[in-house]
C-alpha cells in the first residue's frame, strides 16, 4: 500500500512556463516532505523540502506548497526550463525516524 | 562533496544465484537505506539500518537480507535470486542523531541488476 501517491506519471509544458507537480499521502503521522529529483542513468538528488509547520517553501524557481488537512503537496516550478526534465519524486517522512516514503515519481518534459 | 558509492552499476544473474550488492558512503552517516526503482511504482523501501548492526525492515523486505558491519557500509544480499527481483536498487544514507533527524538522502547511482 503506497503511502505517497503521485497520480501523474507524466507532465508537459513549454519552456517559460509553470510547471505544477502534485503529491498526496496517506498517513497523517507524516510531518517533514521532500522533493528529488532525477536523472536518467543517475540516483534521486534532493531538491526541496517542507515541514508541516509551514504550509510553502522557496527555493528560487522552485515552491512547494503544503495542505495538511488535505494532505497533498506540490512544487511549482517557475519559470520552466528544458534542464528541468527529469524524473520528480515526492518522498515523506516523520521527525524522530528514520525510514522516508517515495511516490512513483513523475515525468516533466519541458519544450524549448 | 558527498559520495556514496555502489559497487556494480549493472549486473546480469541467474535464477537462485546469491547476488551482493555493496553500497560505501564517505559522509560519516547514521542512516542508510536500499530501495528498488520500478516503473509505475517509484522507490520502494527495502531496509533501512540506524546505526552499525542495526536493521529494520521497509516495505517489501522479502526475498532480501542486509549486512551492516561497519558505518560506511551496507550490503543488500538476495540469497536465491528470482526474475521478478530484476530491478533497479538504489542505496542512500542521511544524518541521523540519535532518535534520528529528519533530512535528505543522499543516493548512488543505482545497481541495475537483470535476473534470467
Known amino acids: 500500500d503506497q503511502q505517497v501517491k503521485q497520480n501523474s506519471p507524466s507532465l508537459s509544458v513549454q519552456e517559460g512556463r509553470i510547471s505544477i507537480l502534485n503529491c498526496d499521502y496517506t498517513?497523517?503521522?507524516?510531518?517533514?516532505f521532500l522533493w528529488y529529483k532525477k536523472y536518467p542513468a543517475e540516483g534521486p538528488t534532493f531538491l526541496i523540502s517542507?515541514?508541516?509547520?509551514?504550509d510553502k517553501n522557496e527555493d528560487g524557481r522552485f515552491t512547494v506548497f503544503l495542505n495538511k488537512s488535505a494532505k497533498h503537496l506540490s512544487l511549482h516550478i517557475v519559470p520552466s526550463q528544458p534542464g528541468d526534465s527529469a524524473v520528480y519524486f515526492c518522498?515523506?517522512?516523520?521527525?524522530?525516524?528514520?525510514?522516508?516514503?517515495f511516490g512513483a515519481g513523475t515525468r516533466l518534459t519541458v519544450k524549448p | 562533496d558527498v559520495k556514496v558509492t555502489q559497487s556494480s552499476r549493472y549486473l546480469v544473474k541467474r535464477t537462485g544465484e546469491k547476488v551482493f550488492l555493496e553500497c560505501v558512503q564517505d559522509?560519516?552517516?547514521?542512516?542508510m537505506f536500499w530501495y528498488r526503482q520500478d516503473p509505475g511504482l517509484g522507490l520502494r523501501l527495502i531496509y533501512f539500518?540506524?546505526?552499525?548492526?542495526?536493521?529494520e525492515k521497509g516495505d517489501i523486505p522479502e526475498g532480501y537480507s542486509v549486512s551492516r558491519e561497519k558505518k560506511e557500509r551496507f550490503s543488500l544480499i538476495l540469497e536465491s535470486a528470482s526474475t521478478n527481483q530484476t530491478s533497479m536498487y538504489l542505496c542512500?544514507?542521511?544524518?541521523?542523531?540519535?532518535?534520528?533527524?529528519?533530512?535528505?538522502?543522499?543516493f548512488g547511482e543505482g545497481s541495475r541488476l537483470t535476473v534470467l
Open positions: 539500518s540506524y546505526d552499525v548492526k542495526m536493521k
Open positions: 498517513n497523517s503521522m507524516f510531518d517533514y
Open positions: 518522498a515523506a517522512t516523520r521527525y524522530n525516524n528514520n525510514d522516508m516514503r
Open positions: 542512500a544514507s542521511s544524518l541521523g542523531l540519535g532518535g534520528g533527524i529528519t533530512g535528505e538522502l543522499f
Open positions: 517542507i515541514s508541516s509547520i509551514k
Open positions: 559522509m560519516d552517516h547514521e542512516n
